[in-house]
C-alpha cells in the first residue's frame, strides 16, 4: 500500500463511474479520456486557463469583478471547477498532485461528463454566478439588459461555436 506524502506512489483516483485510475497518468494536453467503463470522461487541470470554456474578455471580467478568499491570485480554472464540484459533487472526483512535480500541474479534476457537456455546465454555471453579480449591482437598466441577453443566449450554439473556434476536436485544443 502506498504511503501519504511520498510522490508517485497512491492508491489511485476513484473516478464517478467506480473505476480507478493514477492521476498522474494524463498529461497536460488531454481534455478529454475513453475510460474502461466505456465512456468519456472530461478533464480539466488547474493550468488550463478558463478560456477554454469563455472568451478571454469574460474572462477579464469575471478577474476583475470576482474576488477570492484561497490560495488563487485570481478567478479561474479551479474556482470554476469547485462550482461544478458543488454543484455535482458525485460527478467529479479530483486529486492533488502538487507533490508530483514530473506532471506540470497540481490539480486534477475528471468528470462523469465528457468534455462536451462538462463546457456547457461551466458555462452555465458562470452565467449563473454573473446573474447573481448583476443582481446586486443594485442597477435596474443593468440588470434589465442582462436578462434580455440571457433570455436570448442559446447555451448549446454557443458552446458548439465556441469548441470550433478553439479547435477542441482532439486533446490539443487551440485557438485559430
Known sequence: MAEPGIPGESDGLELPCGETVEPTDF????REFRCACGDSHAIVMDVHPLARFVPEFLVDTLRETVTTDDDFEEFGTPHAMAMVGEEFPE???????????????????????????LHEIVVELLLELMDHAISHAENDAIEA????????????????????????????????
Open 27 to 30: 498529461d497536460i494536453g488531454m
Open 145 to 176: 439588459e442582462f436578462e434580455q441577453y440571457m433570455a436570448e443566449f442559446d447555451l448549446e450554439t454557443f458552446v458548439e461555436l465556441y469548441r470550433k473556434e478553439r479547435e477542441f476536436e482532439d486533446e490539443h485544443d487551440s485557438a485559430i
Open 91 to 117: 460527478k467529479l472526483a479530483s486529486a492533488d498532485c502538487s507533490t508530483e512535480g514530473s506532471v506540470g500541474y497540481a490539480l486534477l479534476w475528471v468528470s462523469a461528463f465528457d468534455a462536451r457537456r
